[in-house]
């Protein structure tokens, strides 16, 4: 079924290792984001990307850096992780950011 | 930057009962606007949006929402809500490319 694809779906890191999460979406869709989800916190941005070959920070890259690999695969990268950084990661996908976003399953991830 | 404001971030109610969610935004450019429902452990997923025209949005599941511009406002409701509709509600404006969210109502229908 077209939409878009997460991986891992679980992770436990140590503090300080390092991680990619994957996410890749078939709908061909321009823009992707990430964003990360905490109780009472809402959905906060990460980065995202609005076309392929660029991307922008949001609300709280502090910690992450991400790369556009082509049109469909938008990874996030932590290159040392925190306990801060626990939370549930979602990718998303629009059609030129004009339209709704499709949402991914999610990456539960927790630092301990 | 546009934010949005959700308003009695938890909600318990019977089902039959009518729901209502307040969402408030500040955006100073062209409003489209989102209600997106996460059900326990799922994703989030569309339930409606408002981009112009009629103000009254017509969503899945029976939702709908209306966008009243005087007011910065874009309540969702549903008049009669069903044990299903338990989940977490996030209203959610979109500017410069990008979908600032809400903290989302957690809502709990008790049979």
Same mark, same amino acid.
């Given at each position: 079924?077209?939409?878009?694809?997460?991986?891992?779906?679980?992770?436990?890191?140590?503090?300080?290792?390092?991680?990619?999460?994957?996410?890749?979406?078939?709908?061909?869709?321009?823009?992707?984001?990430?964003?990360?989800?905490?109780?009472?916190?809402?959905?906060?941005?990460?980065?995202?990307?609005?076309?392929?070959?660029?991307?922008?920070?949001?609300?709280?890259?502090?910690?992450?850096?991400?790369?556009?690999?082509?049109?469909?695969? /938008?990874?996030?990268?932590?290159?040392?992780?925190?306990?801060?950084?626990?939370?549930?990661?979602?990718?998303?996908?629009?059609?030129?950011?004009?339209?709704?976003?499709? /949402?991914?399953?999610?990456?539960?991830?927790?630092?301990? | 930057?546009? &934010?949005?404001?959700?308003?009695?971030?938890?909600?318990?109610?019977?089902?039959?009962?009518?729901?209502?969610?307040?969402?408030?935004?500040?955006?100073?450019?062209?409003?489209?606007?989102?209600?997106?429902?996460?059900?326990?452990?799922?994703?989030?997923?569309?339930?409606?949006?408002?981009? &112009?025209?009629?103000?009254?949005?017509?969503?899945?599941?029976?939702?709908?929402?209306?966008?009243?511009?005087?007011?910065? &406002?874009?309540?969702?409701?549903?008049? &009669?809500?069903?044990?299903?509709?338990?989940?977490?509600?996030?209203?959610?404006?979109?500017?410069?490319?990008?979908?600032?969210?809400?903290?989302?109502?957690?809502?709990?229908?008790?049979?």
């Amino acid at each position: 079924n077209a939409g878009v694809t997460q991986t891992p779906k679980f992770q436990v890191l140590k503090t300080g290792q390092s991680m990619t999460l994957q996410c890749a979406q078939d709908m061909n869709h321009n823009s992707m984001y990430w964003y990360r989800q905490d109780p009472g916190m809402g959905l906060r941005l990460i980065y995202y990307s609005a076309s392929e070959g660029t991307t922008d920070k949001g609300e709280v890259p502090n910690g992450y850096n991400v790369s556009r690999l082509n049109k469909r695969e /938008f990874s996030l990268r932590l290159e040392s992780a925190a306990p801060s950084q626990t939370s549930v990661y979602f990718c998303a996908s629009s059609w030129q950011g004009l339209d709704g976003y499709t /949402f991914g399953s999610g990456t539960r991830l927790t630092v301990v | 930057a546009q &934010s949005v404001s959700q308003h009695n971030h938890h909600v318990i109610l019977s089902e039959a009962a009518s729901l209502e969610l307040g969402c408030n935004y500040s955006y100073g450019g062209t409003v489209n606007l989102f209600w997106y429902v996460q059900y326990p452990g799922q994703h989030l997923q569309l339930l409606l949006k408002y981009f &112009s025209g009629d103000p009254l949005v017509k969503g899945i599941k029976g939702f709908e929402a209306e966008f009243i511009k005087s007011k910065f &406002s874009f309540n969702l409701r549903k008049p &009669s809500v069903q044990w299903s509709d338990t989940a977490e509600y996030f209203c959610a404006v979109k500017g410069n490319n990008r979908l600032a969210f809400g903290k989302g109502n957690q809502v709990v229908v008790i049979p």
